[in-house]
């Protein structure tokens, strides 16, 4: 299981990336996450939530409550287009970040 601080600190990109694709539910996100990152993601409900409300307050999601056949209604999340903009700079961020990591974590600037 990878870092809680790294997970925190990329929960943002990583929520905003899934619902760019599709509106999903709380708990959809969480195992979506999950699948795509073979289980190294395990992110917990009491990390998500507080992000979706954040998120959603700052105007980057918005949620609507959506009936089931079987079982209580859900709350689905998707993105805004304000929400969009953030991602595509947060986006590019994440590539740079990326990019530099990946220079500084090589010894003497060189592949190992």
Do not use: C
Request: hydrophobic share 30%; charged share 35%; no cysteine.
């Amino acid at each position: 299981m990878l870092n809680r601080e790294l997970v925190k600190g990329s929960t943002v990109i990583l929520v905003l990336t899934l619902l760019d694709e599709r509106p999903m539910y709380g708990y959809e996100l969480v195992k979506e996450m999950g699948t795509r990152s073979s289980n190294e993601l395990q992110m917990k409900e009491g990390t998500l939530y507080p992000s979706l409300h954040k998120l959603e307050r700052q105007g980057f999601i918005s949620s609507y409550w959506e009936k089931q056949e079987k079982g209580p209604d859900r709350k689905y999340y998707r993105i805004t287009d304000e929400g969009k903009e953030v991602l595509a700079e947060r986006k590019k961020e994440w590539n740079v970040f990326s990019a530099m990591m990946d220079r500084m974590l090589k010894r003497g600037g060189q592949n190992e």
